[in-house]
């Protein structure tokens, strides 16, 4: 089976962000970040409560409630502009230019615009499919990106990836629902 498409800027960006929601270390980190600066200042206010004046207390009390509030927006968005940094950084050259795959036994082989690579069927470790595209990820480490709405064959794919995921016993996660938070 062969497969040509090209990768936008947005694909890179919706990988990271997904990569991310994904991650226990971002989540953990995230979850931390939101809690650690509303408790110093419910405890701040809690003090100036005891020792001092009912009003800073209430301001200081108020500001850790809107930062819980609002620091998801804020996270959201600050994750979004870090990673167009780094994929303005890291990918720019990859933007537009067409990639091939082929599906070749017991290897997929990947064409760009700069090098071929070969790499085992058997290294998938976790196939991930969103609302736009489908993520193959290798133990590598590396990740194949591809948007559905630029694969002619799509369900041809999607039948020889739910067997490669049968075959392989990994886990080949359908979230068509995800979304950045």
Do not use: C
């Not at 509303?38 to 001092?52: D, E, Q, S, T």
């Not at 058997?122 to 595209?133: D, F, R």
Request: proline share 2%; no cysteine; charged share 25%.
């Amino acid at each position: 089976m062969r497969i040509e498409f090209t990768l936008k800027k947005d694909d890179f960006l919706t990988f990271q962000l997904f990569a991310a929601s994904k991650s226990e270390r971002i989540i953990k980190s995230r979850k931390n970040s939101r809690i650690r600066l509303p408790i110093v200042y419910f405890l701040l206010g809690l003090l100036l409560f005891v020792y001092a004046d009912l009003v800073f207390a209430l301001a200081f009390i108020g500001v850790g409630i809107i930062w819980y509030l609002l620091h998801p927006i804020f996270m959201k968005t600050r994750y979004i502009k870090h990673f167009k940094k780094y994929i303005d950084e890291t990918y720019k050259n990859r933007f537009g230019k067409p990639v091939t795959l082929m599906f070749d036994g017991d290897y997929i082989i990947t064409t760009d615009y700069l090098s071929d690579s070969k790499l085992k069927i058997n290294e998938i470790t976790e196939i991930n499919e969103i609302k736009e595209y489908i993520y193959l990820m290798f133990s590598s480490g590396e990740t194949l990106i591809l948007p559905k709405e630029r694969i002619g064959n799509l369900n041809e794919l999607n039948n020889l990836l739910t067997s490669i995921a049968s075959r392989l016993n990994i886990n080949h996660t359908i979230d068509l629902n995800w979304q950045w938070k």
